[in-house]
């Protein structure tokens, strides 16, 4: 148990549906990561928060949002959603800063099928 | 793109050490050598990462050649609970853009009886 946690752990929608996935990360980490691991194109990098603030961009669609609430929890927001986004979700936390102190640590992933 | 090359698959005997190279000869001189593994569709797992100098803890050891250009992971004792996919990856640490991770396709590890 890496002491992230992430709500839902399933969830099925259908295309143009709207969906919010959670991320609570481990206590007294900053960071907050997301991450898509679909069959065809491995685990991406999407985005990353930093105490509350935008830090880094990944391959995250327009159609994708993200945001962290002053409580450190993230929430991963898709819209319109289409068939190829059917995919895991994962978010990692750490600590934030240098080395020995930004090593994530995952989730168990959010399961998104688009039917 | 990923800056690692790795072996699609390996396999070890149950009990034998595995040891998982990894080609990185484009690595910079502040990127770390990180390793995680994904065992079935579990998130990634951190295992081990350092810079230029050997490390060990307690899942694995990590053996970085002097020139940093490749490295190999050692699971000392191996058991089919490490029966994964390992990722290689190479990052300057912090939080810039320039540390996001970047996953390859990574390594099949089967450990069989």
Known sequence: ??????????????????????CSPRSGDLSVYWYQQSLDQGLQFLIQYYNGEERAKGNILERFSAQQFPDLHSELNLSSLELGDSALYFCASSVGGGPGTDTQYFGPGTRLTVL | DAKTTQPPSMDC?????????????????????????????????????????????????????????????????????????????????????????????????????
């Open chain 2, 13 to 113: 005997a149950e009990g034998r050490a595995a040891n998982l190279p990894c080609n990185h000869s484009t690595i910079s001189g502040n990127e770390y050598v990180y390793w995680y593994r994904q065992i079935h569709s579990q998130g990634p797992q951190y295992i081990i990462h350092g810079l230029k100098n050997n490390e060990t803890n307690e899942m694995a050891s990590l053996i970085i050649t002097e020139d940093r250009k490749s490295s190999t992971l050692i699971l000392p004792h191996a058991t089919l609970r490490d029966t994964a996919v390992y990722y290689c990856i190479v990052r300057v640490p912090g939080y810039s853009s320039a540390s996001k991770i970047i996953f390859g396709s990574g390594t099949r590890l089967s450990i069989r009886p």
């Open chain 1, 1 to 22: 148990d890496s002491g992230v946690t992430q709500t839902p752990k399933h969830l099925i929608t259908a295309t143009g549906q709207r969906v919010t996935l959670r």
